[in-house]
């Protein structure tokens, strides 16, 4: 529409939008010159404005600015963090506020800023209101730094705690060590095997503590041979699920701390020859999808990770909001969920 139409016919920022195929959000952040819009889409909407003649109403601006957190991940791409992601961008649908994801940095070194405040600058100069951190950890340098650019902060299953006004959100991770375990020694298991993730995770520490605690209480002895540590993985589970099979004692039942390191188990199983459950039973913890599409299908602890997602937003909102939390450390429950790779013990 040529710019020098009547006023009726004035184009409005929604034909903006509509004309280069993004939401009137997006269209306001070029207008308005935010950074984070991808550069072909900046493209866009530019070509769209001169088209047809969009002009900017005086005095006011065209639409009220989108509001944007960040929500950083150290894997983008496991099922764990797309559950997550999930119940996150659900609350935040519900709130109008757009969620931008993306990884942790690899690097807070470069550039002029001090390590420990070039994230949180970054954010708050990118207009960001918040911060959502997965399973990831940080540093006190780090937490301090968003303390100092005013940044609300809230992890969800943090691998530590810097300080304990640090925001968090996570499950009842030891119940659940102790429900996957007695789970096991009531099918009559007693040498059980645990899987565990990274020794610095708070919460893989507190299924390990769960673990212990089911064995004590039914008179077994915790065997450290038996404990083995690793990244909440895949090839993790592959590997130490070998390392407790090729035992000259090997046990009859492990607790994987994580889905997918119980599923790299199940595989080592298969490649010595031994059947899920019948020669070993196995659990796992979270209930991500891959775990009722495994074969055979995983026991498992489940945790909430949708409402663990949607819980850290709304806590976040009412951060940003000013508000002062009844409590700093939110635990959502798990239970356990029987499938089929766990049967009594051969023999009992």
């Given at each position: 529409?040529p710019a ?9 920022l929604?034909?903006v939008a509509?004309a280069a195929?993004?939401?009137l959000p997006t269209a306001?952040k070029v207008?308005n010159g ?8 900046r493209t866009?909407v ?5 088209e047809?003649?969009?002009?900017p109403?005086?005095?006011r ?8 957190v960040?929500?950083?991940?150290d894997d983008?791409?496991s099922?764990?963090?797309l559950?997550v992601?999930r119940?996150v961008?659900?609350?935040a649908a519900?709130?109008?506020?757009d969620?931008v ?7 807070e070194g ?5 390590p420990?405040?070039?994230w ?5 100069v990118?207009?960001?209101?918040g ?7 940080l540093?006190l340098a780090?937490?301090?730094?968003f303390?100092?650019a ?8 943090p ?5 304990v006004e ?6 009842t991770?030891w119940?659940?060590g102790l ?5 096991l020694l009531?099918l009559?298991h ?12 708070s919460?893989g520490q507190a299924r390990?503590h769960g673990y212990?605690a ?9 065997d450290p041979?038996?404990?083995l540590?690793?990244p909440f993985s895949?090839?993790?589970g592959?590997e130490?699920?070998g ?6 004692e090997?046990?009859?039942a492990?607790f994987?701390a994580?889905d997918?390191s119980a ?8 490649r010595r ?12 913890f979270?209930?991500t ?8 299908a ?5 945790q909430p990770?949708?409402?663990m997602?949607r819980v ?11 508000e002062?939390?009844?409590s700093?450390?939110?635990?959502l ?16």
């Amino acid at each position: 529409m040529p710019a020098g139409s009547s006023a009726t016919q004035r184009a409005t920022l929604a034909m903006v939008a509509e004309a280069a195929g993004v939401s009137l959000p997006t269209a306001s952040k070029v207008l308005n010159g935010r950074g984070d819009v991808a550069a072909a889409t900046r493209t866009r909407v530019e070509e769209a404005v001169r088209e047809l003649g969009y002009v900017p109403q005086v005095g006011r601006r065209s639409v009220t600015p989108a509001r944007v957190v960040d929500l950083v991940f150290d894997d983008l791409v496991s099922p764990y963090s797309l559950e997550v992601l999930r119940g996150v961008t659900d609350a935040a649908a519900e709130s109008g506020v757009d969620v931008v994801v993306g990884r942790v940095p690899a690097d807070e070194g470069n550039g002029p800023l001090a390590p420990e405040d070039g994230w949180a600058n970054r954010l708050k100069v990118s207009g960001r209101e918040g911060l959502i951190v997965v399973t990831s950890e940080l540093s006190l340098a780090q937490v301090e730094g968003f303390a100092r650019a005013r940044l609300p902060l809230v992890v969800i299953d943090p691998l530590n705690l810097p300080r304990v006004e640090v925001t968090s959100v996570g499950a009842t991770n030891w119940s659940g060590g102790l429900a996957a375990t007695e789970h096991l020694l009531s099918l009559g298991h007693r040498r059980i095997g645990f899987v565990g993730g990274p020794v610095r995770a708070s919460c893989g520490q507190a299924r390990l503590h769960g673990y212990r605690a089911a064995l004590e209480k039914a008179g077994v002895t915790p065997d450290p041979a038996l404990m083995l540590h690793g990244p909440f993985s895949y090839p993790s589970g592959l590997e130490l699920g070998g390392r407790l099979l090729d035992l000259p004692e090997r046990p009859t039942a492990i607790f994987a701390a994580s889905d997918a390191s119980a599923l790299g188990v199940v595989e080592a199983a298969r490649r010595r020859g031994l059947r899920v459950p019948e020669e070993l039973s196995v659990v796992g913890f979270d209930d991500t999808i891959m775990a009722s599409l495994a074969t055979p299908a995983l026991t498992v602890v489940r945790q909430p990770l949708p409402d663990m997602g949607r819980v850290a937003m709304r806590t976040l909102l009412r951060l940003i909001a000013g508000e002062t939390l009844d409590s700093h450390h939110v635990e959502l429950a798990t239970n356990l969920v029987v499938r089929d790779s766990t049967a009594p013990v051969s023999g009992a």
